[in-house]
């Protein structure tokens, strides 16, 4: 009599547990690494049975961008000028998004449809409103900040001021760029907590020009 050997059953997957495995894989090898097969090797499972809770490398950038974003605390002190509200959100993106660099291309992949990045932009949206902002205004402010959070944060991870392309302009013939290599040796003594939020400083002060003129 042959006994027939029971499959194991199913194992049952979140969309956390995968985003973590997604992530795992990111921060272990480059974005560029992600993949259905990665994510399944890192699970321990046949790429097949992934299929079965995600759709395609896609949804697994957007569920790595909210699992990134989902600690990220959009609670801010209501006595506090808009202004000091504004820098504590970015602030707390920015270090979310810093403890996994390699993910910082898919904050503006999944900008419209990743649900953290929805969350963040309805916070930093309700602070602007309450600030005065309404309107084209506060379409403009909203952009402005994304623009600059976003941007600041793939110059850090893909052209840092302390990396060689620094370094190689800094050796520019200063009779050719004067101003360019010398810019370049004063960004190589600037830290990336400088550079961000002294950026981010500029723009918060021509915010707060218009938010007065308007008035």
Same mark, same amino acid.
């Given at each position: 009599?042959?006994?027939?050997?029971?499959?194991?059953?199913?194992?049952?997957?979140?969309?956390?547990?995968?985003? #973590?495995?997604?992530?795992? &894989?990111? +921060? %272990? =090898?480059? *974005?560029?690494? !992600?993949?259905?097969?990665? /994510?399944?090797?890192?699970?321990?499972?046949?790429?097949? #049975?992934?299929?079965?809770? &995600?759709? +395609? %490398? =896609?949804? *697994?950038?957007? !569920?790595?961008?909210?699992? /990134?974003?989902?600690?990220?605390?959009?609670?801010?002190? #209501?006595?506090?000028?808009?202004?000091?509200?504004?820098t504590l959100l970015v602030e707390r993106v920015r270090d979310a998004i810093r403890a996994h660099p390699a993910v910082v291309p898919l904050t503006l992949t999944h900008r419209h449809s990743s649900e953290g990045v929805r969350?963040?932009?309805?916070?930093?949206?309700?602070?602007?409103?309450?600030?005065?902002?309404?309107?084209?205004?506060?379409?403009?402010?909203?952009?402005?900040?994304i623009g600059y959070v976003i941007g600041a944060l793939q110059a850090e991870h893909l052209g840092p001021l302390s990396g060689d392309g620094t370094a190689q302009l800094a050796a520019l013939s200063e009779a050719d760029y004067p101003f360019l290599s010398a810019t370049a040796r004063d960004a190589r003594c600037v830290p990336p907590d400088q550079e961000f939020f002294g950026g981010l400083a500029i723009v918060l002060r021509g915010l707060q020009a218009d938010e007065q003129r308007s008035r």
């Open positions: 009599m042959y006994t027939v050997k029971a499959m194991p059953r199913p194992r049952s997957l979140s969309p956390p547990g995968i985003a #973590a495995a997604a992530l795992a &894989v990111i +921060d %272990r =090898e480059g *974005l560029a690494a !992600l993949s259905m097969r990665a /994510v399944a090797g890192e699970l321990g499972m046949s790429t097949m #049975a992934l299929y079965r809770y &995600v759709n +395609d %490398r =896609e949804q *697994l950038e957007r !569920l790595v961008v909210d699992l /990134v974003l989902s600690a990220v605390d959009l609670e801010v002190p #209501a006595c506090a000028p808009w202004s000091t509200r504004v969350r963040f932009g309805e916070a930093l949206l309700g602070v602007l409103t309450e600030a005065g902002f309404t309107g084209a205004r506060r379409v403009i402010a909203f952009r402005s900040l």
